[in-house]
């Protein structure tokens, strides 16, 4: 009777991980296809993401111009060399002089999340010959891009790449 019953322990503990892994799946997936309300405004998980997208190809290509029109007017950058740099044209600025003085960026996408209105990327940027791995969190209003937080490796580390430790 013992191991009958153990037996059905394993079983009903096997039953409710596979009905707990359905519902999270079908509840993401179902996120994906539907409209968010953010701040009474609704956004699109596809149309964030595919902003977000924008922003790193638009990096990529060194256009501050085509990045200053994902901005909003107020937008708040967080970089750990810079500290904040707010405003619009401040970023755009920021970003000119950055990309001026760099031969070759490109920003390479590891990872991309989205919950609600904020974007997280883990990210590559080369900077020459510099290599940086990090973290964006970009939060999004109105389809503008309204803060940035940017967190990455130190340049000087001694194993600049993302091979896991474990």
Do not use: H
């Not at 503990?13 to 309300?37: M, P, Y």
């Not at 810079?82 to 003085?101: D, H, N, P, S």
């Amino acid at each position: 009777m013992k191991r009958l019953k153990s037996k059905s322990v394993i079983v009903g503990w096997f039953l409710t991980t596979i009905l707990a892994t359905i519902l999270f799946f079908s509840s993401n997936a179902l996120a994906n296809e539907q409209d968010l309300a953010v701040e009474g405004v609704k956004m699109n998980n596809k149309a964030l993401k595919d902003l977000t997208l924008q922003f790193s190809q638009s990096f990529s290509k060194k256009d501050a111009t085509s990045i200053g029109l994902l901005l909003d007017d107020n937008v708040a950058i967080y970089d750990p060399a810079l500290k904040w740099v707010r405003g619009k044209e401040a970023v755009i600025k920021c970003l000119q002089k950055t990309f001026g003085e760099t031969k070759k960026v490109a920003y390479e996408v590891v990872n991309m999340y989205q919950d609600g209105d904020m974007t997280i990327l883990e990210f590559k940027i080369t900077l020459d010959e510099l290599n940086l791995y990090g973290v964006d969190f970009i939060q999004w209003k109105n389809n503008k891009m309204v803060e940035l937080r940017c967190y990455y490796n130190p340049p000087d580390s001694k194993d600049n790449s993302l091979k896991s430790s474990a």
